[in-house]
């Protein structure tokens, strides 16, 4: 069965870190990514990593800020975030992808169940 697992998120005050992370089981994956949805808006694509983490994608809004990385022994992805603005709350998404494509592709297979991300003024 596969599973994407994430967690780390919670309430933090403007200019903190959170790292989240993404435990990936029940098959391998080409590709991982993040998302994120916040309240009335649609989901916001924010980056992605090949299946070892050498390769990583940002869209701009993010580059500076998030970065993502991952652990292959521990089979985990993560996203790490600083410098955070009220404007990052939502709930992040960890998505997984089984097919080949483009790092920069939006289209995964696989998601989390997301984790609330909320950031104090």
């Known amino acids: 069965q596969v599973q994407l697992v994430e967690s780390g998120g919670g309430l933090v005050q403007a200019g903190g870190s959170l790292r989240l992370s993404c435990a990936a089981s029940g098959r391998a994956f080409r590709r991982y990514g993040w998302f994120r949805q916040a309240p009335g808006k649609e989901r916001e694509f924010l980056g992605a990593c090949d299946w070892s983490g050498g390769r990583t994608y940002y869209v701009d809004s993010m580059k500076g800020r998030f970065s993502i990385s991952r652990d292959n022994a521990k089979n985990t992805v993560y996203l790490q975030m600083n410098s955070l603005k009220p404007e990052d709350t939502a709930v992040y998404y960890c998505?997984?992808?089984?097919?080949?494509?483009?790092?920069?592709?939006?289209?995964?297979?696989?998601w989390g169940q997301g984790t609330q991300v909320t950031v104090s003024s």
């Open positions: 998505a997984a992808d089984s097919f080949y494509r483009s790092i920069a592709d939006h289209g995964f297979d696989y």
